[in-house]
């Protein structure tokens, strides 16, 4: 087999050359803190293919020359490789588990010091997820329903997710897994769907930010880290500073939920204690690396 990896179906293969695929993540790296390398290579040759084929090209070569001509088109290319699913409450048994045992231990610290909770949401999307823990905060006990006392950070790298996600409008198929006293309580029916609330709004703050990038130093302090089905996705190397710079993050005793098909690299096992193994979730431990410290830097 030559050096150019063909992927794709028989009846509309993509030509990726590795010289092109160089090119591409060079430029992708160079302009959008986005290096391909951080991706695992099979993933990358998959988006990237269906993104060429759905234009009607063959190659990476004609798709180079594209970019050049259409520079709005490579933030449509952004939006193909980076991963875009998201839904209220997804993995149920998760979010189960987060109001009957994590969010009462985070109520109890932030009474103990007095202190205002706050959550990452790292890998957004659409913002379902940051919605959907703000719920159970609020519905552990009312004064989460005041932003003073619990933030969300929500961050993803799409703009147009993001936009959406502030928005905050969602069709009625989006609202499976709510139970209608939720969805009373905490969204206003609009047109054919619903608009979350004001008040549940305010609790979280969307932000633009690429978590990979060297110049992305997390948060501080932190009482939570959620980021699902994204280290699948990643080299083990990434994996690792992305685990690191989740770890720093994170205060002594805050909790970091993982995808359900996802792992502590062997390195930091020593920083975190299990809570639940079958739901992915971790406490950072006395013995962490870095011990984090309450309040935090916003």
Not at 24 to 38: D, F, G, I, K, T
Not at 284 to 290: E, N, V, Y
Request: net charge positive; with cysteine; proline share 2%.
């Amino acid at each position: 087999m030559s050096k150019d990896a063909r992927t794709g179906s028989q009846s509309a293969r993509v030509e990726i050359g590795v010289e092109q695929l160089a090119r591409l993540s060079e430029r992708l790296s160079r302009e959008h803190a986005l290096p391909l390398s951080s991706y695992r290579n099979n993933c990358i040759q998959r988006r990237l293919s269906t993104r060429i084929r759905s234009l009607g090209l063959y190659s990476l070569d004609q798709y180079l020359d594209l970019l050049d001509a259409d520079p709005s088109e490579e933030k449509k290319l952004i939006d193909a490789l980076t991963i875009s699913v998201s839904s209220f409450f997804r993995d149920p048994e998760t979010f189960s588990f987060l109001a009957r045992k994590v969010v009462p231990e985070i109520l109890a610290w932030s009474g103990k010091y007095d202190s205002r909770v706050n959550v990452w949401s790292a890998g957004c999307s659409t913002g379902e997820e940051a919605y959907s823990l703000a719920i159970i905060f609020c519905e552990a006990s009312e004064e989460f329903r005041n932003k003073n006392r619990l933030r969300i950070w929500a961050t993803d790298i799409d703009e147009e997710a993001l936009a959406l996600a502030r928005e905050g409008f969602y069709r009625k198929d989006k609202m499976t897994n709510l139970s209608t006293a939720q969805i009373e309580r905490y969204f206003i029916t609009s047109g054919k769907g619903f608009k979350v609330r004001p008040e549940l709004k305010s609790l979280v703050e969307f932000r633009k930010e690429n978590i990979l990038a060297p110049v992305f130093n997390g948060f501080e302090g932190l009482d939570m880290v959620i980021c699902r089905n994204l280290l699948i996705y990643l080299e083990k190397n990434e994996q690792m500073r992305l685990l690191e710079k989740f770890e720093r993050s994170l205060r002594q005793g805050g909790f970091l939920v993982l995808g359900k098909t996802e792992f502590l690299r062997e390195q930091l096992r020593g920083s975190f204690e299990h809570i639940s193994l079958s739901e992915r979730i971790y406490r950072k431990s006395s013995r962490a690396l870095s011990a984090g410290r309450a309040g935090g830097k916003r």
